[in-house]
């Protein structure tokens, strides 16, 4: 190994405890770190490291690198492009219909209501509701909102994890990995889609009533003594 190859080498073990921005910004300054900073094994760690704190879908398993692998494009651009699509924050049709939801009322937060929610593409009518419901659905034609039925209308929200949720007043709709259900519910993996401030006045007076009569806080695996409000089923 000569010395050029030996400074290669040096500078490609230091890059491998950078992040992928510090890589970017390190990179214009100096032309051997440009070179270095290309380098595929560096990209496919970071990727490696990026998608673990995603849905699991987005691991980097051994099936999924080598489909990757075979895509013919730099570890580097599939860090790129799935950065970006990350940040995308209109659903599609299939991945409305693909997913299973897990589905939490707003005033029993605590409790999952359903792991089974789902969008069926083929009578467009929900299934798997815990109240037996069923109700026609409707994709808004940009991917950012959901017809609901009678109820009201949700709002598409990307997850920091790359996972999606279909909220609105009433209702809460996480699409579910299978760790998630390890956890008692939604609130607890998803706390900011729960804020107070997301409910409808009324709504927020009723939550407010109930923990004040627990004392501030939620029963746990019990909706005994809530009470029940009209019209917050979807």
Not at 216 to 227: D, L, T
């Amino acid at each position: 190994m000569d010395n050029q190859e030996l400074r290669d080498f040096k500078d490609f073990l230091c890059f491998r405890f950078v992040g992928a921005l510090e890589l970017c910004r390190m990179a214009p300054t100096h032309r051997r770190w440009c070179k270095t900073a290309q380098e595929d094994a560096l990209w496919l760690e970071l990727c490696r490291a990026c998608w673990s704190t995603k849905v699991s879908s987005f691991h980097l398993t051994k099936r999924r690198q080598e489909e990757l692998s075979s895509q013919g494009i730099s570890w580097k651009e599939h860090y790129r492009q799935h950065l970006q699509d990350g940040g995308r924050s209109c659903i599609t049709l299939e991945e409305l219909t693909e997913n299973v939801w897990d589905f939490t009322f707003r005033l029993h937060p605590q409790l999952r209501a359903s792991s089974s929610f789902r969008f069926d593409p083929d009578s467009r009518c929900v299934t798997g509701h815990p109240n037996g419901l069923t109700y026609h659905w409707q994709l808004s034609a940009d991917g950012h909102r959901v017809e609901l039925g009678a109820f009201p209308q949700a709002k598409v929200i990307r997850r920091d994890d790359w996972g999606w949720a279909i909220a609105n007043s009433n209702i809460v709709c996480c699409s579910l990995d299978a760790k998630d259900l390890a956890v008692p519910g939604a609130v607890d993996l998803h706390p900011q889609l729960f804020s107070l401030e997301q409910l409808a006045p009324s709504l927020q007076l009723v939550q407010l009533l109930m923990q004040l009569q627990s004392g501030f806080a939620w029963p746990p695996g019990s909706s005994a003594g809530y009470p029940r409000t009209e019209g917050t089923e979807g």
